[in-house]
């Protein structure tokens, strides 16, 4: 009989991009033969993916190895946070080992070090698709790594560097095994999605007979053929509205893709949106967006916005609340603005009392919320394709989500049904109430 595999821990912080890295690093620890384990006590090592995009994530992930350390005590670390070792080494000197944003080659060389791996690694255990951290019927899938843009509030691309995309064929076979391992959304991701390609040259590679560019608008034609239209959902996250964007509207309104872009605008106010040295023109974005709409007609768009950045006046900010209601965003995330170290808004006049940024804040989110509540209204009577994610006991109802909801993010559909459904299934509900993104179906 074969000894008891080693067993790692995984504590998984920040956004969907570090939880792909720690699905890798999984994926890597499984087919060597390493246990997981969901519990520290059962653990004999464990990993922190941890995040460093502002003060409070980077406070968080510190905290998160200090409670790692204390219930378990044999931690590596590794993430965005992992590119200030000395802070890491300071706060927590009993670490183990400390590496960078997608560093798996390290991650995995600090584990046989601390961990020796089982001598027998059942390799033939590894599902098609990988291990994910995501429910089975959807994932995500990281397209590329790293921005070339120099947005002034971002430490991001001094973290994880350039723009490096993954060739198209390397992304549709992992897609296409994702699929045949039973997911039914693919939510695409990336630092910025529509750069797709930008560094390689939009580089051709073999993809089954046929050749595929490393192009936005052809990769997403290439995803949306995986399935048959409706039984694969695909669905774009961090798109910057270049002037290719307008194709792929294109694409959601036959249905190939979904009609759901999330573009994160951060603001509105064309000096801020200079001060912030956003990538894409502002100009003119709210005829672009009447133009999509036009070919498109029930786009959602999911947007994240920034308030109180240094120099915002109460006039920019007004800006702000007109362009969310003109522009109909229909799902908006609001940041209060952070003095992140390393970032060169720091430096920037104008710096916002921290009382108006959290007035600023509550206002926006009451728009937002006044928004939300008429949206989901309007859909009251109407018939929605949703897909189901489980069930909610405390309800009694299955829990959906429509074309317009990315999981964890945004709305969520309770579907009164007699019939037995699971996770993954699809079905069309007659929408009968709504309380803002948060709705009750019939089926
Ligand atoms: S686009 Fe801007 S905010 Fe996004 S990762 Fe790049 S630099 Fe940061």
Redesign the pocket.
């Known amino acids: 009989m074969s000894a008891r595999a080693p067993t790692i821990g995984i504590v998984s912080l920040g956004c969907p991009k570090a939880l792909v890295d720690s699905e890798r690093i999984i994926t890597r620890l499984r087919s060597e033969g390493y246990g997981l384990c969901a519990d520290y006590d059962g653990a004999d090592l464990v990993i922190v993916n941890t995040c460093g995009f502002l003060d409070s994530a980077k406070a968080e992930s510190l905290e998160a190895i200090g409670e790692a350390i204390t219930e378990n005590g044999k931690v590596i670390v590794t993430g965005c946070l992992g590119v200030e070792a000395p802070l890491i080494r300071e706060t927590h000197p009993n670490v183990l080992a400390v590496t960078g944003p997608h560093q798996y080659e390290a991650v995995l060389d600090a584990v046989h070090t601390h961990l020796p791996r089982a001598h027998d690694a059942k390799i033939d255990l590894v599902p098609e698709g990988g291990f994910r951290l995501t429910p089975r019927h959807y994932a995500y899938l990281k397209i590329s790594e790293g ?1 070339n ?3 002034t ?2 430490i ?2 001094s973290i994880r560097g350039d723009l490096a995309s993954r060739p198209a064929n390397a992304v549709l076979k992992e897609a296409e095994s994702l699929v045949k391992a039973g997911v039914k959304e693919l939510l695409v991701i990336s ?2 999605t529509s750069a797709y390609g930008v560094d390689i040259k939009y580089a051709e590679s073999k993809w089954k007979d046929r050749t595929v560019h490393a192009r936005f608008l052809d990769l997403c034609k290439e995803l949306g053929a995986l399935g048959a239209k409706d039984e694969v959902w695909v669905r774009l996250h ?1 798109v ?1 509205p270049y002037p290719h964007v307008d194709d792929v509207i294109a694409l959601m309104a036959e249905a190939t893709i979904l009609p759901y872009v999330d573009i ?1 605008f951060q603001h509105a106010s064309p000096h801020l949106l200079k001060a912030m040295k ?2 894409a023109n502002q100009d003119k974005m709210l005829a672009r967006i009447a133009a999509w709409r036009a070919i498109c007609p029930n786009l959602t768009i999911r947007s994240s916005f920034i308030v109180g950045f240094p120099g915002e006046t109460e006039e920019d900010f007004e800006t702000l609340l007109d362009f969310i209601e003109e522009a109909g965003i229909d799902r908006a995330g609001c940041f209060k603005y952070e003095n992140v170290e390393g970032a060169p808004s720091r430096d920037l006049p104008g710096h916002v009392e921290q009382d108006i940024i959290d007035e600023r804040w509550e206002r926006f989110m009451e728009v937002q919320t006044t928004l939300a509540f008429a949206r989901g209204e309007a859909l009251i009577g109407s018939t929605q394709r949703v897909l189901i994610d489980g069930f909610d006991e405390e309800r009694g109802a299955y829990e959906a989500r429509t074309k317009a909801d990315a999981p964890e993010i945004d709305g969520v559909v309770y579907v009164e049904s007699q019939r037995t459904l699971a996770p993954g299934d699809f079905l069309d509900v007659e929408i009968i109430d709504a309380q803002g993104h948060e709705l009750t179906g019939r089926a």
Do not use: A, E, L
């Open positions: 921005c843009n120099r947005c509030f971002c991001i691309p630092q910025d961090y910057y994160p956003r990538p």
